[in-house]
């Protein structure tokens, strides 16, 4: 029986060849979908430079009353993202700010999905109504919720320094927490909204501003 011809021979290394380029290009090809997909939910985020992200933390439940007396519950909000703003009337940049949070909560507003509250350490709506209406020139917006204790801004939240704004998702989770003021007005700020409404999230970890996981080297870098 003779030996097989050359060109036979050769036609498994180049079977074995082709396998591992396709394989190659394959793997190239789910990397780089990959990481634009990363790119696009993480972007928008990351520029805003949150002190934290995560998905691991719930926020505290309360409720609080707003500027007619009507009480409020976070819990009532599940199933909405919610964007809340801590401040008070002796916080400069706070009331430089709050013009900013008025449009967001315009341009929020038609998306029934999502809410904007405000919650304040002042004593009740004597202390701001004035005040507000000349930072807005209209009434707010969004509700006014009164915590002069600081029972919950302070004691469940931990926040002692204002402005401060946190994201929570549908579930309840916290998903960012920006520590001074932001320009609210800025199209990322909708972009981060609309990724937790439709169910994504940047998988990146950020505590006390560094960003850590998945997303940390791009998020990184997309905050300068």
């Not at 409720?63 to 519950?73: C, F």
């Not at 320094?161 to 920006?178: M, N, S």
């Not at 999230?201 to 990184?220: M, T």
């Amino acid at each position: 029986m003779s030996d097989p011809s050359p060109a036979k021979a050769l036609l498994p290394a180049v079977q074995i060849a082709f396998i591992a380029a396709a394989a190659a290009a394959v793997f190239s090809f789910v990397t780089v979908t990959k990481e634009g997909e990363l790119r696009r939910r993480c972007t928008a985020l990351c520029s805003l430079r949150p002190e934290y992200a995560g998905a691991d933390r719930k926020a505290p439940d309360f409720a609080l009353k707003d500027m007619n007396g009507k009480e409020l519950r976070l819990s009532e909000l599940r199933g909405k993202v919610v964007v809340m703003n801590f401040w008070t009337k002796t916080c400069n940049p706070c009331l430089k700010e709050m013009p900013a949070i008025a449009e967001l909560a315009k341009v929020l507003r038609p998306k029934k999905d999502v809410a904007l509250i405000t919650v304040s350490t002042d004593e009740g709506p004597h202390e701001v109504k004035d005040l507000l209406h000349s930072l807005l020139g209209e009434e707010p917006p969004f509700p006014v919720l009164f915590d002069p204790d600081s029972k919950v801004v302070g004691g469940q939240f931990g926040t002692h320094l204002y402005p401060e704004t946190w994201v929570i998702d549908q579930r309840g989770i916290i998903r960012a927490r920006f520590d001074g003021a932001r320009d609210w007005t800025s199209a990322a700020v909708v972009e981060v909204v609309e990724h937790i409404r439709g169910g994504g999230y940047c998988p990146v970890e950020i505590k006390d501003g560094k960003p850590r996981g998945e997303a940390a080297a791009l998020c990184a870098a997309s905050s300068g």
